[in-house]
């Protein structure tokens, strides 16, 4: 697989502090690792519920899962915005999506160039483009 950058941080925000519905906002390094699946890590140093670091994971998870010909990434959670009475498992579900998908489109970028010869890269930035990020 071409490998356009080896590694990219992102930021994804969901939800909105003026509503009940949840905030969170997040920062992620998203690199490339040999071998197939999605590593997790968690290097963020503040305090964070385990059910908000799951929901993260599990967002991005499920974005890589959608990801045709993606092989080995790792997803290392390095900041988090929590807000005391805010902060809910779906707008952090919802972080993670977003952050994977950000990372993905910055990693595949320069794979747009090379069509022919990429396309199943090409097809997912494309569906991931048009996904919500």
Known sequence: MLRARE???????AGTQMNCGGVAR??????????DGLAMSNAYKGKMRGR????????AQRV????????????TLIDAMIHPVDATE???YEAGQKAM?????ALV????????????LVS??????????
């Open 90 to 92: 779906r707008r952090f």
């Open 52 to 59: 908000l670091l799951a929901a993260v994971f599990a967002g």
């Open 26 to 35: 997040i920062s992620a390094r998203v690199e490339w690792v040999d071998g």
């Open 109 to 120: 970028e320069d794979c747009r160039l090379g069509a022919t010869r990429h396309t199943k």
């Open 64 to 75: 890589f899962e959608e990801a045709p010909g993606v092989e080995g990434l790792r997803f």
């Open 124 to 133: 997912m930035a494309g569906s991931l483009i048009r996904a919500k990020a």
């Open 101 to 105: 998908r950000k990372a993905l489109l």
């Open 7 to 13: 590694s990219v941080t992102v930021h994804a925000r």
